[in-house]
């Protein structure tokens, strides 16, 4: 189950449970066209930091995304594709699909050193199927994006849904899948569809919690793939492991893979954070998912954190939990969930490999300065994020904070100044949200948290 977590309130797209455990999904997100704004910008050049993490926690982490799906149950052998992967796209994509594709294949072989091209022709080992969002929902109702193997098209996934042959646990080496893809969806969503669901095609089928620096993590917090994503496909398409090894096998040939893909962490001190158990788990996924009521995401909230404390820990989890208590108490007390996201943001800043989580917790304390006339307090707080959330492409944050960067400008007097920056945001909130409509609700919702303008 993956979450995709925004500032503020305005959310745009979530991971939630679907029906199948087994099958890699993102939430949907209504969008229309945009019109009368300035033009969508996008990323250029990625800007991906090595990982700074122990080969001994590597090797732990690379055997438990491998080894298991996101439901928790065991994959009885490693499988990968074998020789090189080819790559085609089908259906209606949109305009936004072809650039964000080929920046990701550009990273996957220069990075990973995987052997994967886009082809023209009408069969490949990974299909993108690009269909209306209403399509994905008559059949995946919550679902905006996911990941099928043995088949290349709607119709032949319909067939097989209700057989083994789409069963990952039946799968002894990739050849086939579809991936498919909203084809009306925000460019950010279907950026990051691209980036969770064909690393998922390439590699691990597991999300850890305990993974502060990846996409294969249920918090959803990064959308692209990281460096420590880049690091375990390269070990995964490594030239000593092939489809059908056991996981002692594989991590018998797992040293010296690591020692070749990250000789840094060969000398970094192992972490060996303990494992995420599953009431953390259900407690954060009650909380921050769909069909609870209030109470019982506020009890499940509360589950979550109590569970934190009481194991003692002090890493990112701590925070998160911090961070889920914070946001559902927003409804109810902004001091208490002040006070929970200044809780957030000790814990985070205590754990490494945490500036994007850093970053959504200073969007929701710069909204409370903004909002108690404390302008400087607001700019003090956004300061260093905004690079934080352009280096990791999030265009949805990074205008959230552009547009609050302007609030608390205009509130100190610096008009024009802010103008200007909120000028600047609506290009990044075109990609970020897509629709004309998400882009003006964000800026109504924004702007009523300056107590100048009456919100």
């Given at each position: 189950?993956?979450r995709?977590?925004?500032?503020?309130?305005?959310?745009?797209?979530?991971?939630?449970?679907?029906?199948s455990?087994?099958t890699?999904?993102?939430?949907?997100?209504s969008?229309?066209?945009?019109s009368?704004?300035?033009?969508?910008k996008?990323f250029?050049?990625?800007?991906p930091?090595?990982?700074?993490?122990?080969n001994?926690?590597?090797?732990?982490?690379f055997?438990d995304l491998?080894f298991s799906?996101?439901?928790?149950?065991?994959?009885p052998?490693?499988?990968?594709f074998?020789?090189?992967?080819?790559?085609?796209v089908?259906?209606?994509?949109?305009?936004?699909?072809?650039?964000?594709?080929?920046?990701?294949?550009h990273r996957?072989?220069?990075?990973?050193?995987?052997?994967?091209?886009?082809v023209?022709g009408?069969?490949?080992n990974?299909?993108l199927?690009?269909?209306?969002?209403?399509e994905?929902?008559?059949?995946?109702p919550?679902?905006?994006?996911?990941?099928?193997?043995?088949?290349?098209?709607?119709?032949?996934?319909l067939?097989?849904?209700?057989?083994?042959?789409?069963?990952?646990?039946?799968?002894a080496r990739?050849?086939?899948?579809?991936?498919?893809?909203?084809?009306?969806?925000a460019?950010?969503e279907?950026r990051?569809?691209?980036?969770?669901?064909?690393?998922?095609?390439?590699?691990?089928l597991n999300?850890?919690?305990?993974l502060?620096d990846?996409?294969?993590?249920?918090?959803?917090?990064?959308?692209?793939l990281?460096?420590?994503?880049?690091?375990v496909?390269r070990?995964?398409?490594?030239?000593?492991?092939?489809?059908?090894?056991?996981r002692h096998?594989?991590a018998?040939?797992?040293?010296?893979?690591?020692?070749?893909?990250?000789?840094?962490g060969?000398t970094?001190?192992a972490?060996?954070?303990?494992?995420?158990?599953?009431?953390?788990?259900?407690a954060?996924?009650?909380a921050?998912?769909?069909g609870?009521?209030?109470?019982?995401?506020?009890?499940?909230?509360?589950?979550a954190?109590?569970?934190?404390?009481?194991?003692g820990?002090t890493?990112?989890?701590?925070?998160?939990?911090?961070?889920?208590?914070?946001?559902?108490?927003?409804?109810?007390s902004?001091?208490?969930?002040?006070?929970?996201f200044?809780w957030a943001?000790?814990?985070f800043?205590?754990s490494?490999?945490t500036?994007?989580h850093?970053?959504?917790?200073a969007?929701?304390?710069?909204?409370y300065a903004?909002n108690?006339?404390?302008?400087?307090d607001?700019?003090?707080?956004?300061?260093?994020?905004?690079?934080?959330a352009?280096?990791?492409?999030n265009?949805?944050?990074?205008?959230?904070?552009m547009?609050?960067?302007?609030?608390a400008?205009?509130?100190?007097?610096?008009?024009?100044?802010?103008?200007?920056?909120?000028?600047?945001?609506?290009?990044?909130?075109r990609?970020?949200?897509?629709?004309?409509?998400?882009?003006?609700?964000?800026?109504?919702?924004?702007?009523?948290?300056?107590?100048l303008?009456g919100?």
């Amino acid at each position: 189950m993956r979450r995709l977590l925004l500032p503020l309130c305005l959310a745009v797209s979530a991971c939630m449970p679907v029906p199948s455990p087994d099958t890699a999904t993102r939430a949907a997100a209504s969008v229309t066209s945009v019109s009368g704004l300035p033009a969508m910008k996008s990323f250029a050049t990625p800007r991906p930091m090595a990982p700074v993490v122990s080969n001994a926690d590597l090797a732990r982490d690379f055997l438990d995304l491998a080894f298991s799906l996101e439901s928790g149950r065991a994959l009885p052998a490693f499988t990968r594709f074998e020789g090189p992967i080819t790559l085609r796209v089908t259906g209606s994509p949109p305009a936004a699909l072809a650039p964000d594709l080929n920046r990701l294949l550009h990273r996957l072989r220069s990075e990973a050193q995987i052997d994967i091209r886009q082809v023209s022709g009408p069969q490949a080992n990974i299909t993108l199927v690009a269909i209306p969002r209403a399509e994905i929902r008559r059949h995946l109702p919550q679902a905006a994006c996911f990941v099928v193997p043995n088949v290349s098209s709607l119709r032949e996934y319909l067939s097989a849904r209700r057989s083994s042959a789409v069963s990952w646990t039946r799968v002894a080496r990739r050849e086939t899948l579809a991936i498919f893809l909203p084809a009306d969806a925000a460019p950010q969503e279907v950026r990051d569809c691209l980036h969770e669901e064909i690393a998922q095609a390439l590699g691990p089928l597991n999300d850890l919690y305990r993974l502060a620096d990846s996409v294969f993590n249920d918090d959803n917090v990064h959308t692209v793939l990281t460096g420590f994503d880049m690091t375990v496909l390269r070990a995964y398409y490594d030239p000593s492991l092939r489809s059908g090894m056991s996981r002692h096998d594989v991590a018998a040939r797992l040293p010296a893979i690591l020692a070749r893909v990250n000789p840094q962490g060969e000398t970094l001190p192992a972490r060996d954070l303990p494992a995420t158990p599953r009431v953390w788990i259900d407690a954060i996924q009650t909380a921050l998912g769909p069909g609870a009521s209030p109470a019982e995401r506020r009890a499940a909230a509360t589950r979550a954190l109590n569970t934190a404390m009481s194991l003692g820990w002090t890493d990112h989890r701590r925070g998160f939990s911090h961070y889920a208590m914070g946001r559902i108490l927003q409804g109810v007390s902004a001091e208490d969930a002040q006070d929970q996201f200044m809780w957030a943001q000790h814990y985070f800043a205590a754990s490494p490999n945490t500036q994007l989580h850093q970053a959504y917790v200073a969007s929701q304390l710069a909204a409370y300065a903004i909002n108690d006339n404390r302008p400087e307090d607001a700019l003090a707080l956004l300061g260093r994020h905004l690079d934080t959330a352009a280096r990791h492409e999030n265009a949805a944050l990074l205008a959230t904070l552009m547009l609050l960067r302007a609030e608390a400008l205009e509130l100190s007097g610096r008009v024009s100044e802010g103008r200007q920056v909120r000028l600047d945001s609506l290009g990044w909130a075109r990609y970020g949200f897509g629709s004309d409509w998400a882009v003006r609700a964000k800026l109504r919702e924004i702007g009523s948290l300056n107590p100048l303008k009456g919100g």
